[in-house]
Each structure stands twice: as structure tokens, then as C-alpha cells.
């Protein structure tokens, strides 16, 4: 022992000299390591510690992805991502500062800033996903609607179903004195939105909302009521409901279950329709403006390497986890690596069911909350009726495309994004017709496209 160490008595001042004699090559080559390995250019970030909410559902899929590959991490950012029980409770929080931030309904924060529910001054920097929703039935429904539904060559059921098929159901439970009833995730939620626009193209009045009466089942042909996603199947299964329009996993862990059968996605009700979204707080952002910038970069990072199609089985993966989804990675894989299952073993090519990127998915764009506002206004949950420049000026308090281009720009400049990726907008996409009714929708003329409904309010232009 004692020959050990007069052994390192000889030894530590020989490395400390080759020490300082290589030290500046030694500095040299560490700095363009670091270099090569990151390429962010970390703003002055306010708060770095952050607490950011979500729903157990696939679309949460770009906060996972940020925390576990580390973009969060690449921008200063030390990020918890904690699941909450449901919508209600995410914008309470959120509203209150318990929450920095979180995986959000797009309607919730156009909602707020609306008049319906609780108000506050909530933002959209970015829109997490388009698609990934579906209108699930339960198996009896099934087994009725089934024979209105148009057949191939080989005796499979032609998709998109529409709602004529489930009219001689509804029917038939009125008849035997019981009502149909079906479950949506939230009131301002596009589910509410989605499935009543179903129902509607087929003639099947939804019910409507008023000042006095918040139920929106005035008239109703179906009765709506509200069921947080995780508890959607169970609740079909009791006969609680027999349908419901819900996010991923919630429509295939119903076809895994042997308890229902989706009938429709919406991407055939809406193409590329806009999804969940991001949301903080006005005053977050005020007091925080470089945090929501770097928060929004690691986000749009994440969006992109979820889209990258040989990443979709380990995001499956992390989806998977009991932290974050935790459903199984066969329930995940039917819809997040391009198939989706109907009826048992009626699996189908969708490649762009969950897109997280492409189609410039990410951009919060205005026509887009225009869309949701037309909806409220539609079936009374915007009680009166309001000029076309409400519509527009109330939408650009809430989406916020400026912080969007200024989180994009960074990422060009660093290079981890091409910058044909940022879209040259005004934020207004071009009018579609890319509905399953077929009617065209205008961003621009939002009292055009209420009025073009049979069921619905009507305003005068």
C-alpha cells in the first residue's frame, strides 16, 4: 500500500502537467464535440422548471416525445408531464397556475375566450395533431345498422359509413319507448363537434343548446352526454351508451375488447381536421415570453420525429408506458403505424389517421379556430348571433401564430427543420369541401357556412 502511494505522489503531478500542456487542444476538441452534437440555440429561458397536463390518450404523443428524446432538455427546459382525470379539471388548472401548461381540446381555450363556460385568456402557440378520432358502436348497434350499410365486391362494408345507417336504429329504440344515447369527451370538445355533424349531415337532429339550457339536448333526436376518453368502453359495455365518439386508444380498445365496432374516423368526416392543442395561459406567456418560445420549438421537433414513419413503433412504445397512455402496443399500433381495425379483422390502411407534422399540422392556424367558433354559434352554445369580424378578431386573440413562426425560424436557423416547413399564410387555410357531407367551408365567411346547414341556428349576413 505504502509503494502505491508514493507511486501517486510521482504520477499526479506528471498528468497535471500534460494536463496543461494539452489543455487548450483538450478544450478545443470538447468544444466541437458539443458542437456537432447540439444544435439549439438555447434562449434566456424565465422558468424552467415546468408542469405541463394531458389526457391518457394518443394525441398526447408530441409532450412524451419531447420529454423522452429530449427536445424539452435541448432548450433549457425541465419538464414534468403528468396525466389528469379529465378535460374539466385540465382547464381549471391550467386557468388557476397548477398547471404551466397542457395538452388541451382546441375547443377549451376558444371556449374561454368566447362566453361558453369558464373564461379566461388562454393561447394556442401550437396544434398537436389532425385526425385520430372515431365514432365507436356498440356491438348490438352494430348488428343493426349493418344491413343499411352499402357492401363491396367482397361483401366488406363501404367506408365512410354515414348516419342514414343508424337512422332505422334510432328509430327503433324511439318506438320501443327508449332513447339513444351516445357519449362525447366534452361540450367544446371536437368529438361534441365531430359526432354531431354526423348526425346532422344524415338529417338526425343532435339537440341544441341555449342560454337557459346547457345540456344541448333540446330537441334531441340523440342524447349527447359527456364521458371522460379512458371510460368509454366500460360505459359501453354496461349499456350506459351505445355509441361514442372518442380519441385513440378508446375506438380500437373497443374492437380489442369484443365490445364495439368503430364505424367512422374523422378524417372522413373532416379531412385533415384539426385536433388537440397546446395551451398556456395569456399571462404565461406575457410574463414567460422566451419559455413559450423554446417550449413551442421542442414541440414542433416532436411533432416532426413522430411523423418520421420509422419512429412510429418505438413511440408506440413510449406510448405505451403506465406514465403516459398505458394502453397495450398492439391496442396503440392499430391506429399510430398507418392501419386502423373496424369490425374484428376488417383492418385497414389509413396511413394519415394520427398525423402529427405533415400538412403543416402543427401551425395554429385561424380558419381552424374559426371552424370550432361556427360550431358553438351552430348549436347554441354562442347564444346570439355575432358579425363575421367577431369571428376573426376573437380567434387571433386565442391563436397565436406569430409565437409559432418565431419558434419555426429558430429551428430553420439551427437546422432542424427544412424552410419550405413554415407555411407562407396569412393564417387562413383554403376554403374545402372535404367533409363527408361534401359542404364547403370558408374560414373567411363563417356566417355563410352556418347558414349553409339545414339543422342549426341561422344568422343574418
Given at each position: 500500500m505504502k509503494h502505491f502511494f508514493k507511486k501517486s505522489i510521482y504520477i499526479l503531478p506528471i498528468a497535471m502537467l500534460l494536463f496543461a500542456c494539452g489543455g487548450k487542444e483538450a478544450k478545443k476538441a470538447t468544444t466541437n464535440v458539443v458542437e456537432k452534437t447540439s444544435k439549439t440555440k438555447t434562449l434566456e429561458i424565465e422558468k424552467p422548471q415546468l408542469t405541463f397536463g394531458f389526457i391518457k390518450l394518443t394525441d398526447m404523443a408530441p409532450l412524451a416525445i419531447a420529454k423522452e428524446k429530449g427536445f424539452f432538455e435541448d432548450e433549457g427546459l425541465f419538464v414534468s408531464v403528468e396525466a389528469q382525470s379529465n378535460w374539466k379539471n385540465i382547464l381549471d388548472r391550467v386557468i388557476d397556475g397548477q398547471l404551466d401548461g397542457s395538452h388541451m381540446l382546441a375547443g377549451q381555450p376558444i371556449a374561454a375566450g368566447a362566453g361558453f363556460g369558464r373564461q379566461a385568456k388562454l393561447v394556442t402557440t401550437f396544434s398537436m395533431d389532425l385526425n385520430g378520432n372515431a365514432i365507436t358502436v356498440s356491438n348490438d348497434v352494430w348488428s343493426k345498422m349493418k344491413s343499411h350499410v352499402p357492401k363491396d365486391k367482397d361483401g366488406k362494408p363501404v367506408h365512410p359509413i354515414k348516419a342514414e345507417a343508424l337512422k332505422p336504429v334510432i328509430t327503433e329504440y324511439k318506438n320501443s319507448g327508449k332513447a339513444f344515447k351516445m357519449g362525447m369527451v366534452f361540450p367544446v370538445s371536437t368529438h361534441n363537434y365531430e359526432i354531431r355533424y354526423w348526425l346532422a349531415a344524415a338529417g338526425i337532429n343532435p339537440g341544441m343548446y341555449t342560454k337557459e339550457n346547457v345540456q344541448g339536448q333540446i330537441d334531441a333526436e340523440v342524447l349527447l352526454s359527456v364521458t371522460p376518453p379512458p371510460q368509454m368502453p366500460a360505459t359501453l359495455e354496461a349499456g350506459t351508451i351505445h355509441g361514442y365518439c372518442v380519441g385513440e386508444p378508446w375506438n380500437q380498445q373497443a374492437v380489442f375488447k369484443g365490445i364495439g365496432v368503430p364505424v367512422v374516423t374523422n378524417y372522413d368526416i373532416w379531412k385533415n381536421n384539426p385536433e388537440k392543442v397546446f395551451v398556456m395561459t395569456q399571462k404565461f406567456i406575457d410574463e414567460n415570453p422566451n419559455t413559450a418560445i423554446a417550449v413551442t420549438k421542442a414541440l414542433i421537433r416532436a411533432g416532426k420525429w413522430l411523423d418520421e414513419p420509422k419512429n412510429r413503433a418505438e413511440a408506440v412504445k413510449i406510448l405505451s408506458m403506465s406514465q403516459y397512455v398505458g394502453a397495450p402496443?398492439?391496442?396503440?399500433?392499430?391506429?399510430?403505424?398507418?392501419?386502423?381495425?373496424?369490425?374484428?379483422?376488417?383492418?385497414?390502411?389509413?396511413?394519415?389517421?394520427?398525423?402529427?407534422y405533415k400538412y403543416n399540422a402543427t401551425y395554429p392556424f385561424y380558419s381552424d379556430g374559426v371552424w370550432f367558433l361556427t360550431q358553438m354559434r351552430r348549436w347554441g352554445q354562442i347564444p346570439d348571433a355575432k358579425s363575421s369580424d367577431w369571428y376573426a378578431s376573437t380567434i387571433k386573440d386565442i391563436y397565436r401564430p406569430d409565437i409559432w413562426k418565431k419558434a419555426a425560424t429558430l429551428l430553420v436557423e439551427e437546422g432542424n427543420i427544412p424552410a419550405t416547413d413554415i407555411p407562407s399564410t396569412d393564417g387562413y387555410k383554403p376554403a374545402t369541401a372535404d367533409f363527408i357531407?361534401?359542404?364547403?367551408?370558408?374560414?373567411?365567411?363563417?356566417?355563410?357556412?352556418i347558414n349553409s346547414f339545414k339543422i342549426g341556428n341561422k344568422d343574418k349576413k
Open positions: 402496443v398492439e391496442v396503440l399500433a392499430n391506429s399510430m403505424t398507418g392501419t386502423f381495425e373496424f369490425e374484428k379483422g376488417d383492418k385497414r390502411n389509413m396511413p394519415d389517421f394520427n398525423v402529427f357531407d361534401g359542404t364547403m367551408y370558408d374560414g373567411k365567411d363563417p356566417l355563410g357556412y
